[in-house]
């Protein structure tokens, strides 16, 4: 297993950093942890608020089954423990935007307990695997939004994601650089979508962390930590973590102190800045809620739970290099995200090709599809051509059809028109020729048009041959058969 070695250098030595997440994900589901308000996103400002949300005199929460039911699968795919007994309790904090003047949480009996995820530094080595702690995922209800910008004396309330479920999970102080922190989100997040629990839009705000942060010398005690609260991106994140373990240093080193205290991020100034004092867990008065009983669940329910898991990344990463003979990291990046690994699976059943085709199939989307993707500015899931016009695709340039630079030609004319790979080489004529005649015609054109490279190439240099294949595909037209060319070619250069 990979060990860190990312320090900071200060003026008096070096130091460790010693990192912990706390990653809140909103849970999939059409109504809200304890009502039937919607939770669909972008709708008008407090037009999703049930009575229940609004914490009207005599309103009662009742548990949402969907929502305690994919906190238990995401728990499952992380190897954690299932508590078939826990908990609600009430967390007193004044929110501006939770009318019930409380939250309700999971303290002291969570309902999923210990897991782990492992992550991959390098998609290259898998040596580089580091394993991260889960402690906890609790579920618990969000609070609304404050809406500063639209009156210059007031501010707003928008209660439409208040009472949304929300899955808090807490990771162990166990990541020592940014690094480690970014590959532990993306992977969560990889997971949590493949799971189907959460859809992991952090520019919407449905996965969020809070970035707790301590430095120490070397293997040394821990330090006092800060936690920096709601940063929505992994690119913030280990931002926020670089910022903040500088920061710590420094003022350790010119004799200040560290105090544990809730904290910030700024993105425009890159930076963190103290927001307040860090409560501990008996400022917030928790106690059960006396409105919920306990959750207490059966093994049918787990058993349902546990059956609807679908194949998780490592398991499909693994699979792809022991059956398929993908390279590491070719099977990392087909399985990093739920609709690329879907994409290229719906291509290998249109293909219905073996191991080797799997591997050309795989080397096609990470080079080419993917290229021409972010040329596009589409995500897969958009992709202008299908797994099966891919598939046609490959199967065209393996059958002798299609050269490699034809194919090239049909996939772009793919992007443009959605037609069909067969139907563009039939239409326009690109198929690739092995007419021994016409080669041989064309071989003799080059030659008697470059009678002083011929001398040249026969008096010793070899290095010319290429100049002659590339002059042949030319008059060609790029449709000749490389392999063919380079046989003829030889047997006319002597």
Known sequence: MAVSNYRIQGATGEWEVVIGLEVHAQVVSKAKLFSGASTEFGAEPNSQVSLVDAAMPGMLPVPNRECIRQAVRTGMALNAKINAWSRFDRKNYFYADLPQGYQISQLYHPLVGEGEIEILLDEKDEGSARTIGIERIHVEQDAGKMLHDQHPSSSYVDLNRSGVALMEIVSRPDMRSPEEAGAYVRKLRSILRYVGSCDGNMEQGSMRADVNVSVRRPGGELGTRTETKNVNSVRFIMAT???????????????????????????????????????????????????????????????DCRASLPELPDAKRRRYEAELGLTPYNASVLTAEVETARWFEALLAAGKGDATFAQRAANWVISDLFGALNRLGKDIADSPVSPAQAAELLKLTADGTLSGTLAKQVFEIMLETDEDPAAIVEARGLRQTSDTGAIEAAIAEVMAANGDKVAEYRGGKDKLFGFFVVQVMKAMAGKANPQVVNELLRKALG
């Open 241 to 303: 973590i670089e910022y903040e373990a500088n920061r710590q240093v420094d003022l350790i080193e010119n004799g200040g102190a560290i105090v544990q205290e809730t904290r910030l991020f700024d993105p425009d100034k890159v930076e963190t800045r103290s927001l307040r004092s860090k409560e501990e867990a008996h400022d917030y008065r928790y106690f059960p809620d006396p409105d919920l009983l306990p959750l207490e669940l059966d093994e049918a329910f787990l058993e």
